[in-house]
């Protein structure tokens, strides 16, 4: 039985610590309560809002006038490397319990906030890897026909920060099926140590942010031949770092309110004391502008924005 609430304040359950209220709220733990909540938001002609860990979101100010359902619960069975997760189950935490029984190769992605299913849906990826690299295949219910299905991995069209279900976001990811290496418990355990060691090296954790803002975005061969001559990188798919157009644009350390483009990271909009999600935006707004007018990129954003 699902329990809705009523005026639900949004902001702590998001990274960003930034939003107003949703009129009805409630919490998911199961394929039978996403349906329970399907029925009851369209009983009463009231939109369904999907969330789960709140790392890549940003809500407006105004509030939601919305059933936001939050997908939550660590729930997962594992047997020789194979994982059966429900999708609301924190992807660390994850990490960590395959890891403790021996299996792993996915520990670059330990630290990413957030749950196994919202990892899908932007195939959430760091220092190389990407989810799409251990996941088989995927369940999926269609909230507006109360169709379930399983997508094999090739039919989840996978690519940098993008998955079918990021076009098509009336299909809510329910499991996620991992396939995982043997690899020893320590062995797992260090790598996912380094791991974190170098993500607090560069600023990527705790932080009232929603991870990247910008999509690292396709430039033109000769801003990608200056890149990788500053930078001594080969582009990945002539793709560069959004952070960097930001800081050659001059809009490191940008601010607008309590809203900034971080020092150490300048792709992460920090949410430095009372920022609203009206800083945030016009915040967005000006770092696009400064690097459309220096490079002709146009960034779009990673995070997403609900309203
Ligand atoms: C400090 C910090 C560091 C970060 N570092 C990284 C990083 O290194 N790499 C990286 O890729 N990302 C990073 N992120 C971004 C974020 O952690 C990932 O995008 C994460 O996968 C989002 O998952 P979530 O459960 O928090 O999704 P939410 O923020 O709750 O939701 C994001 C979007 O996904 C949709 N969604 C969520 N769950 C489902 C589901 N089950 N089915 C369908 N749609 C769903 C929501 O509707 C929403 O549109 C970082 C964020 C922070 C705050």
């Not at 975005?217 to 002539?238: D, L, Q, T, Y």
Request: a neutral charge.
């Amino acid at each position: 039985m699902l329990n809705i609430q009523e005026n639900v304040l949004l902001a702590p359950l998001t990274t960003f610590q930034i939003g107003g209220t949703v009129r009805y709220f409630a919490d998911v733990r199961s394929e039978n309560d996403i349906k329970e909540a399907v029925l009851w938001a369209r009983d009463r002609g009231v939109r369904l809002v999907v969330i789960s860990g709140g790392s890549n979101l940003l809500v407006p100010d105004s509030g939601l006038d919305a059933l936001v359902m939050r997908l939550v619960g660590n729930l997962y069975s594992m047997s020789k490397g194979k994982i059966d997760a429900w999708s609301g189950t924190n992807l660390f935490f994850l990490i960590r319990a395959a890891g403790v029984l021996g299996f792993g190769g996915w520990e670059k992605l330990a630290g990413i906030p957030g749950t196994i299913g919202g990892a899908v849906r932007g195939n959430a990826g760091a220092f190389g890897p990407e989810i799409k690299n251990f996941t088989t295949h995927v369940r999926a219910l269609n909230v507006a026909t109360g169709e379930v299905r399983e997508f094999q991995n090739h039919e989840c069209d996978f690519s940098y920060r993008h998955s079918f279900f990021k076009d098509y976001p009336e299909w809510v990811i329910t499991r996620v099926h991992v396939r995982l290496q043997q690899v020893g418990a320590a062995e797992s355990a260090r790598a996912a140590e380094e791991t974190i060691a170098e993500r607090e090296k560069r600023h990527l954790q705790n932080v009232r942010a929603a991870g990247s803002y910008f999509m690292n975005p396709v430039a033109p061969p000769h801003i990608v031949e200056m890149f990788e001559k500053e930078k001594g990188v080969k582009s990945r798919e002539n793709r560069v770092p959004a952070g960097w157009l930001i800081e050659k644009a001059g809009m490191k350390g940008a601010s607008v309110g309590d809203a900034k483009a971080s020092d150490q990271h300048p792709n992460y909009i920090v949410n430095t004391g009372e920022a609203t999600s009206d800083d945030v935006l016009e915040l967005a707004e000006n770092i696009r502008r400064a690097v459309r007018e220096k490079f002709g990129v146009e960034l779009s954003e990673e995070a997403a924005v609900l309203s």
